[in-house]
Structures are given as C-alpha cells and as structure tokens.
C-alpha cells in the first residue's frame, strides 16, 4: 500500500540491543538530525536510541513497511550527537569491529542518557527588604533566630547568602517566616559540581616565548587558523617549554571562538599540567573542564553539559574525553602522544591518539602531538609527510640535559647495607645531594615487581593460584599478592614444590627499597610513591606538593613519577632496574624502556642546577639504553624503525590479537583452533596469522587464554573478517573471544 504524500523517515539505532536498527516515521512539524536522541515505540514498550539516518519517502517510492510507527518525541537532554561524531563512532566502530553502539556508549556516557538525573541545587536567601531598625528591634526582643539572620544578611556583600551558611536546615523555617512577613526571599540555585572542587588556582600570564616556542606556537595558530587537521608532531625535550606552548595556542583559539580538547595520560598522574591550565585562565573558571575517570556521576554529568552546551570552552581529560561534546572544535592537543594509556585496554579498544587525529579531520580542526619521545608511529608519519614536525631542541632555562651516567651491574661495587640495590656510585651521589640540601629521585621500574619468593633449592617460584604469574611479596600485609588478579595468600615457611626451607624473597619491590633507604640514610626525609600508596585521593597531589615545597628529600617511586612533573631541587635520578621492561615480550619494548627512561632522565636538573642520571643495569649494551644516555630520541627512532622494518612490526604493519578465555582450557584451547582453521582461508594474503599458543600470561583471573596474533599492512584487511567468524563461532557461554586491532599488550 502506498502512504499517501511524502513521509519523513528516520532510521533509529535502537540503545542497548547492538546494532539493531529500527525505521520510524516522523510526526508533521518535528525535525531531527543525524545524531538526535528519541523516544521510540519498540513492541509494547517506549525505548531511546540515536538517528542515524534521515530521508524523505516520495509518493513514487514502496513504503516497505506500512505499520511504521511514529517516534515518540525528542530527547531535549542535551544528549544529541553532532554529525561529527556520529560519522567518528561509524569509523570507529568499523575499525575496531565494535558496534556503533558501543562507541555511541562513549560519546553520550550513561550518566548523561539517563534524564532523571538529579541536579545539585542549593538554597540562597535573598534579602529583599530592609527592616527598619524599629522593626529590627522588636525582632530581637521576640524572635532572636529571625533577627541574626537578618543582621548576617545585611553583613554581606549582596544581601544574600546561602541556607548552609546561615547556619543549615536548622534555620530553615526561620527564613520561611522572613520570607512570609517580606523581608527574605528563598531562591534554588542549581550547582555546578566541579571536579577540580575547592581547590584554588593561582592565576598566571603568558610567558614571553623564546624563539623555538614561537615557530611552534607559529605553526599550530596557522593550522588553527587554515583549519588545516594535517597532524603537527611537536617533538621537544623535556623542559622544552611545550605546556606554555600549548596554553598560549589554547588562549588564542578560545578567543576565536573555537573550543580545545586537550588529552593527557592520565589526570592523576598530571596534577600539574591541569594546574597551569586552571591557572591561566582562572579569571574564568567554568571555562575549563575536567574529565576523569574517578568523577562522580552527577559531576562528570555536570561537566559534560557544560560543554555541551558552550560554556566550558577548554576541556582536558585522558582518551575518553576524546568523545567531548565541545562545540566549535578548532584545536586538539594530545600530550605526551606515546604514552600506551591512550590505548583502551576494554573493549571498545580504540586509541585514543588515533582517534583524535581523526576527530580533527572531521571536524577541520588542527591537531598537535607532543612529546620529547614521540611514538615511532608518529615519527614515522612524520618521515613519510603525513605529519609535519616542529622540534624544540632546547631547554627554556638553557640548561643542558642532564649528565647520564650508565653503570654496568654486573661489575659495578653495590652497597651492602642496601642489598646490593644500589651501586656505591650511586649511594655516594646521593649522600652528596644530601649534604647540599638538594633533591633527588630514585626510579623503580613497577610496583613490587620481581618481589618474589624463590626456592633457593629447586628454583621455584610461588605463583598465583589463578594466574601463572609470580606472587610479590608486601611488607605492609605479611601477604603474597598477584598483581594481575589480586589473590592474597600467606607466606609459605617451605617450598611448595620440594617443601625445602631455603625459600626467600627475590629482587625487590618499592616497599623494600623504602626500609632499606630509611636505614643508610636515617636523616633523610623518605616518600615512596606507588598504587598503593596513592589509592587515597590526593594523596599523590599531596606527596608532589610536599616535594615540591622541599618536605621530602628523596622521592622513591614507580613510573607514576615519570610523567609531567617539573621539580627545580632535583638534581640527581637515579634508576635502580632499568632493564626490566626488556624482557617482556612485546614488539614495543625497546621502544616503551627508552621513552620511560627519557622521561625519568627529564626530571633532572630543571631549575639553575645542572642535573645527574644514573642508570642501573644489567644489559648495558641495549639500544634503548645507550640512546638513552645521549638523549638521542633520533637516533633511537632510526636504529628501531630498522629492526621494526626488517620484521615487519609496527610502524610497518598492523598487529591485532584475537585472545580466547574459558576457565576451562580445553575449550579455549578448541575455540581457538576452530576459529584460527576457519580465517586461515578467508584471509586476504597480505594478512600474516600465528598459530594459536597460550597468551604470555597463561592463566589470569582463574581463565587460561589462548591467542592467535595477526600482522597485515592495514588492519581494515582483516577487523571485519575476523568480527564476522568470531560472531559465527558461538563458542557457548564460559568462552570469551575478543579481538584488539592495533594491540598495544600481548600479555
Ligand atoms: P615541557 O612541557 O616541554 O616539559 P614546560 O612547559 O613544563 O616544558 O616548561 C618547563 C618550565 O619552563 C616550566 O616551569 C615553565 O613554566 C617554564 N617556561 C616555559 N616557557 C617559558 C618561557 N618562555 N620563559 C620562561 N619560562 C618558561
Ligand atoms: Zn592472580
């Protein structure tokens, strides 16, 4: 049957059942777009979901379906998505072969879908007439209560306060009655939950630029300015002023009109850098908005429709605030671009990096990747044009990059009081910078790792029930603890293997080195700085502070302390272990230890004292280390994309993983196998896949994991493909497959 007239169609993605889409018909003098929210009729039931295409049915055309029921309403939530972003998840989700509803799941959060959501209000009290001092008199003679209120009223600035500062819900009715004889009015003040909460930011100018930060900021204003999203890798080295650089070019913009998203790694681990920016534009500060992950719900709701709606102009957050519904986005900043957490490590794993690239080509908006150790993705788009690259060689103080020293443990004379931990070189540098009142840093590569207890006998080491990792031993609980699954078990007095006693911690955690530290040096003040010293809030802001302000003489830590901090009175790091992050298998090993060791290295000597590194290791020899010593981000990146290029890692090639779970092996064992059999033929030539083998981690969280590993020079040859066969497979309910394109963990 044909609908009289032409009709209004829109196609409806339907929340929660996949990608399930429904068509609608669109009531006369409505009007969606691509990315509306809606009300819909499903069955018997009212459902919400997201257009995602519109179009006009004329008389001429067969209406397929002559039941189309009309949607229901709009959403004025403020939950809509811009096309932009609607055209982002489609990409997205193709990419990484999630569903467009999973990405749509991180572009309008479950917090802000839900409408009943209560806002935070409070309650003002307005003065709106003055009693005369006659009238006043009276009151205090008859109703004492009344009359305080009054006179803290008539105390203030504007003749108002708020109910809590009057003295709370106690003198509620108090006010009532004011408000009954005309004196007072209540007023609802809806609040803004800010995250960054009571803490004040010291405001701050810009500083003059110095020429390199000039040509830089030069080249983002004139991307900004052309709309030109070609990506600009800003290579500088740690020091080099690039935060100033960034804040100046987000002034710039937000002066335009524009709106900035900046990403950082992680928002706890850069207390700083959301600082400066709070700092700078402090006379206004809604413009500026945080995004983290430990928000509450009702703040990260507030925040976001703050931007939704133009007010908070700036937005800085980890990969996830890439979603942002900033309005007028003209610049994106990605700082410290190599850092993996950009990597979501849950489905859907997108990177939050790439992701950003692409937001600015959709939304003709310029993009900056800085970092002193850019990732050799980056690099290598850089050589070959894709990206332009703007360096910054120097240091803004004009010192030289600190003094490296690499010291060979296998012949080097270790402290005996300290366990052999630490070189008397070392030790001795320390004592030095103790005596001159100066700071230092000690580096450990991973909470508690290596921690672990070893027969000495029959070399077993006690592993996790549930994980076939070592246990690491904590000094704090007397426990065992896995780091993987959080199983806790007591010591054992005899090796469970061959129940001799010669069973004893090796290697050494944070923890250990802490009581060693305090013991050779009893005068110092000691901090350490680990996850599990900073699961209290603050408590890694405060320890920064107390740094800061010289409180503490020795900060010990993991690689929390590698990233953004910028100390003055530190003149000396030290690295205890450096070659740990060697022997994981991951192609980007190498990479990921030189980049952690120049970021630690950059946290040396940045004030007017020149700064010392020394770095502990048993395999001195290795590129990532050597490099390292020169500062040679350069010659690192040549020397690796050679042997990336020889076998055909990444840059050169796409990794993906398809890892299979089950608590039962044999099942996840047969799963593999199947689904390896079945793509091995439908996979286009250029797509290399290995053989399925036990994941590195055998065993975590009580499941065995099997994996296959895919290379092939574009990952769109096979994220389809696969997504299809692992959907075909139904392996039953106690079996897991996942697929991670562009994997940045093989573990
Ligand atoms: P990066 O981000 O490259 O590590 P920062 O932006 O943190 O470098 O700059 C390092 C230090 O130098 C900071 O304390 C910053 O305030 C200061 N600084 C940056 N630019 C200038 C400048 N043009 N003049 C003076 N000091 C500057
Ligand atoms: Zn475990």
Not at 293 to 302: F, K
Request: charged share 25%.
């Amino acid at each position: 049957m044909n609908q009289p007239g032409p009709q209004r169609v829109v196609r409806v993605l339907v929340d929660g059942l996949g990608d399930r889409v429904f068509d609608y018909a669109l009531p006369e003098g409505v009007e969606v777009q691509r990315g509306s929210r809606v009300e819909v009729p499903l069955r018997n039931r009212r459902t919400t979901g997201t257009v995602v295409t519109l179009r006009q049915i004329g008389e001429e055309e067969e209406v397929e379906d002559t039941a189309l029921r009309f949607i229901i309403r709009v959403l004025d939530d403020g939950s809509s998505v811009s096309p932009e972003l609607m055209d982002l998840a489609e990409w997205a989700a193709q990419y990484y072969a999630v569903s467009v509803e999973q990405m749509l799941r991180c572009i309008v959060p479950e917090q802000v879908r839900s409408e009943n959501h209560d806002p935070k209000i409070r309650r003002i009290v307005r003065m709106v007439r003055r009693p005369s001092e006659e009238e006043l008199d009276k009151m205090r003679v008859r109703a004492q209560r009344q009359a305080a209120v009054i006179c803290t009223l008539v105390a203030t600035e504007n003749s108002c306060a708020t109910l809590s500062q009057l003295g709370g819900g106690r003198v509620l009715n108090v006010c009532r009655s004011l408000e009954k004889q005309g004196f007072v009015r209540l007023e609802i003040e809806r609040v803004h939950r800010d995250p960054a909460g009571e803490t004040e930011f010291a405001p701050t100018k810009p500083l003059t630029l110095n020429e390199e930060q000039e040509v830089a900021l030069h080249s983002i204003l004139e991307a900004f300015a052309a709309g030109d999203s070609k990506p600009l890798l800003l290579q500088g080295v740690t020091g080099s002023g690039k935060t100033e650089v960034y804040l100046q070019a987000a002034e710039a913009a937000v002066s335009q009109g524009k709106g900035v998203l900046i990403l950082v790694p992680e928002i706890s681990l850069t207390p700083q850098t959301v600082a400066r920016f709070k700092g700078r534009f402090a006379n206004n500060p809604g413009l500026v908005a945080i995004l983290h992950s430990a928000m509450s719900g009702g703040e990260r709701y507030d925040e976001w429709h703050a931007i939704h709606r133009g007010r908070a102009r700036i937005v800085i957050g980890p990969r996830s605030a890439l979603f942002a519904p900033i309005v007028n986005l003209g610049l994106i900043i990605v700082d410290e671009e190599h850092d993996s957490s950009y990597k979501q490590e849950s489905a859907p794993r997108y990177h939050g990096r790439d992701l950003a690239v692409l937001r600015a080509r959709l939304e003709r908006a310029a993009v900056v990747l800085g970092s002193a150790t850019p990732s050799l993705e980056s690099i290598y788009n850089a050589r070959r044009g894709k990206y332009r690259l703007v360096r910054m060689a120097h240091r803004v103080d004009g010192q030289r990059l600190p003094l490296t020293r690499v010291l060979d443990m296998r012949s080097e004379p270790k402290d005996k009081s300290l366990m052999g931990l630490v070189s008397n070189y070392l030790k001795r540098a320390m004592e030095q910078r103790l005596l001159r009142g100066e700071q230092c840093i000690l580096f450990l590569n991973r909470r508690g790792f290596a921690r672990a207890l070893q027969c000495s006998d029959c070399g077993h080491i006690v592993t996790c029930e549930h994980c076939s990792l070592p246990l690491t031993y904590h000094i704090t609980e007397n426990r065992l603890i896995c780091h993987i699954c959080g199983y806790r078990s007591v010591v054992p007095e005899s090796c469970p293997e061959c129940r001799g006693r010669a069973i004893q911690l090796q290697g050494s955690g944070t923890q250990k080195v802490e009581e060693l530290l305090k013991r050779a040096f009893p005068n110092a003040r000691i901090q350490r700085v680990d996850a599990d010293v900073t699961v209290r809030k603050n408590a890694l802001r405060d320890i920064l502070e107390a740094f800061r302000s010289h409180r503490i003489d020795i900060l010990l830590g993991t690689q929390m302390i590698s990233k953004g901090l910028d100390f003055p009175r530190v003149t000396l790091v030290g690295v205890l272990n450096a070659d740990l992050g060697l022997s994981i298998p991951d192609p980007r090993a190498a990479e990921r230890t030189f980049q952690l060791l120049t970021q630690v290295a950059g946290r040396a000597g940045r004030g007017d004292m020149e700064g010392e590194v020394i770095i502990q290791t048993y395999n001195p020899q290795a590129a990532a280390i050597q490099y390292t010593r020169r500062h040679d981000t350069d010659g690192f990146a040549e020397n690796e994309l050679g042997m990336r290029e020889r076998f055909a890692f990444p840059p050169f090639s796409h990794l993906a993983v398809i890892t299979v779970r089950s608590v039962r092996e044999e099942l996840a064992s047969f799963a593999i196998s199947t689904l390896y059999r079945r793509l091995q033929p439908l996979l286009p030539p250029s797509t290399e896949i290995s053989e399925p083998l036990p994941a590195p981690i055998v065993k975590a969280y009580g499941q065995y994991r099997y994996q296959c590993v895919l290379k092939a020079p574009s990952a769109r040859v096979f994220s389809q493909v696969i997504a299809r066969q692992i959907a075909l497979l139904s392996p039953g309910e106690d079996v897991t497959v996942t697929l991670d394109v562009d994997a940045y963990s093989f573990m």
